[in-house]
């Protein structure tokens, strides 16, 4: 069964800092997306980055980018320079390619960034 | 392009009662899914829609429900409410059923349910 882990249930950073949010999965499907959304204090759910299991290489959005370690099952997801408004919980999660658009979330981690 | 929309925002019930929820997806999405979030439970799928059938269903008793019309709006129909039912929920809409980059899920802002 697919299963992800964020160990992290909250993490604080310095503005202008860079920070890594964990995620570990677990699947035994060889095509896989991973996928990280920010979900503000609104309640609505932003995607940020994807990550498929056949990409060699890293995915970058803008201050996003994901550390995929395929081997390791992990898909970290590293902020640049932390603004005050990237506060709020970050979920990542995992779709199995040719089951649908189901997706998995992990528990999520809180993000506060200080001034 | 209007994103995914969802109506109510807020809503009320008690204990007994049934409710439906409404989500509008983005124009061109065909697949619809929706997710319950909760604290003690988090983020957990429900069902998906494709083509106005239900092509993928989560670990959820039958008092959950859902349709998906011919343009591609999609309701879900929670029956005989409890008070664990008290969640946001959350719909999702994607261009195609599967797989890809550019296939990835826009939500809505969620419908908060209080049972009361």
């Known amino acids: 069964a697919q299963k992800i882990t964020q160990t992290q249930p909250g993490m604080f950073v310095q503005e202008k800092e860079a920070v890594t949010l964990d995620c570990t999965y677990d699947?035994?499907?060889?095509?896989?997306?991973l996928f990280w959304y920010k979900q503000p204090s609104s309640g609505e759910m932003i995607f940020l980055i994807y990550?498929?299991?056949?990409?060699?290489q890293n995915a970058t959005e803008g201050r996003y980018s994901l550390n995929f370690q395929k081997a390791r099952k992990s898909a970290n997801l590293v902020i640049s320079a932390s603004q005050l408004g990237d506060s709020a919980m970050y979920f990542c999660?995992?779709?199995?390619?040719?089951?649908?658009?189901?997706?998995?979330f992990g528990a999520g981690t809180i993000l506060r960034v200080k001034s | 392009k209007a994103g995914v929309t969802q109506t109510p925002r807020y809503l009320i019930k008690t204990r007994g009662q049934q409710v439906t929820l409404s989500c509008s997806p983005i124009?061109?999405?065909?697949?619809v899914s929706w997710y319950q979030q909760t604290p003690g439970q988090g983020l957990q799928f429900l069902f998906e829609?494709?083509?106005?059938?239900?092509?993928n269903k989560g670990n959820f008793p039958g008092r959950f429900s859902g349709r998906q019309f011919s343009n591609s709006r999609s309701e879900m129909n929670v029956s005989t409410l409890e008070l664990g039912d008290s969640a946001l929920y959350l719909c999702?809409?994607?261009?195609?059923?599967?797989?890809?980059?550019?296939?990835?899920?826009?939500f809505g802002p969620g419908t908060r349910l209080t049972v009361l």
């Open positions: 999702a809409s994607s261009l195609r059923l599967a797989g890809g980059l550019d296939n990835e899920q826009f």
């Open positions: 699947t035994s499907d060889p095509s896989y997306g």
């Open positions: 990550q498929g299991s056949y990409d060699q």
């Open positions: 999660a995992m779709r199995e390619d040719g089951v649908g658009n189901k997706l998995v």
């Open positions: 124009s061109g999405h065909r697949s």
């Open positions: 829609y494709f083509s106005e059938t239900q092509r």
